[in-house]
């Protein structure tokens, strides 16, 4: 028995799911303490898996339906298919929840780092110019 080729199409984009939401699940638990370097590859790994999901659900819209195709086999993919989009959405965010979570408290180190930054400008040794404060210039 050949599979149709909706069939085949529907099996490509399950594996397409299938391998996104691994990434997602490996991404999970090191995305708090991960370097930049490994960030940037992860997320071009992820936008080229979007990208041949795309390619393949289109191509998958694209094809007629076909009627005689053995309905219990094509819609055990599909609901599978339709699982693994739910999982890989759900997966999404919490990603994007944590990558957020980082954010705020690299923005917070940062406020603090220039707050700082301002209070040492603040400290300048006295020059000739500015001889100092009140205590300097009564004696």
């Known amino acids: 028995?050949?599979?149709?080729?909706?069939?085949?199409?529907?099996?490509?984009?399950?594996?397409?799911?299938?391998?996104?939401?691994?990434?997602l699940q490996g991404m999970l638990p090191q995305i708090s303490a991960a370097e930049v370097d490994w960030m940037l590859v992860m997320d071009e790994r992820i936008i080229r898996l979007r990208q041949a999901i795309e390619k393949a659900d289109a191509a998958?819209?694209?094809?007629?339906?076909?009627?005689?195709?053995?309905?219990?086999?094509?819609?055990?993919?599909?609901?599978?298919?339709?699982?693994?989009?739910?999982?890989?959405?759900?997966?999404?965010?919490?990603v994007i929840g944590q990558a957020e979570n980082v954010k705020s408290l690299l923005g917070h180190d940062l406020a603090t780092m220039r707050a700082g930054r301002q209070a040492l400008r603040g400290y300048a040794p006295p020059s000739e110019d500015s001889p100092g404060g009140i205590i300097n210039r009564q004696f």
Not at 1 to 23: H, I, K
Not at 79 to 93: I, Y
């Open 1 to 23: 028995m050949t599979m149709s080729a909706q069939s085949e199409l529907v099996v490509q984009s399950l594996a397409l799911y299938r391998e996104l939401r691994d990434q």
């Open 60 to 94: 998958l819209m694209a094809l007629p339906p076909e009627p005689e195709i053995g309905e219990s086999d094509l819609t055990r993919l599909v609901d599978e298919r339709r699982q693994v989009m739910a999982e890989v959405l759900s997966l999404n965010q919490q």
